[in-house]
């Protein structure tokens, strides 16, 4: 019954941008994040956001992303510019009850069935 469904993933050149968004159905959630994997990879924190917009970004995206959420908060977002071959992964939104921001995924309850970005020229 409570669902993140994520979407926007797609091919694209380096140095371009992507905007993702996350779905939430069922319930909302006072904190969401993105994250994503790369084969033979760990699962990797992107960005982080919470009801009270307090944000938290990876090193290897800050600078050139942003998250958002609508003001229900059913929905975050998550834009990427100058993407990188490294950027290529998929990409998981994962939601939580507490408000607190966290970058690890063992915090998250609730996890998108991803959405596959490439990077590529």
């Known amino acids: 019954q409570v669902h993140l469904v994520e979407s926007g993933g797609g091919w694209v050149q380096p140095g371009g941008s992507l905007s993702l968004s996350c779905v939430a159905t069922g319930r909302t959630f006072r904190s969401m994040a993105w994250f994503r994997q790369a084969p033979g990879k760990e699962r990797e924190f992107v960005a982080s956001?919470?009801?009270?917009?307090?944000?938290y970004y990876a090193p290897s995206v800050k600078g050139r992303s942003t998250i958002s959420a609508d003001d229900p908060f059913n929905t975050v977002y998550l834009q990427i510019n100058d993407l990188k071959i490294e950027d290529t992964a998929t990409y998981y939104c994962a939601g939580k009850w507490e408000f607190e921001v966290e970058t690890t995924p063992s915090a998250y309850d609730t996890w998108g069935q991803g959405t596959q970005v490439t990077v590529s020229s």
């Open positions: 956001r919470n009801r009270g917009s307090i944000v």
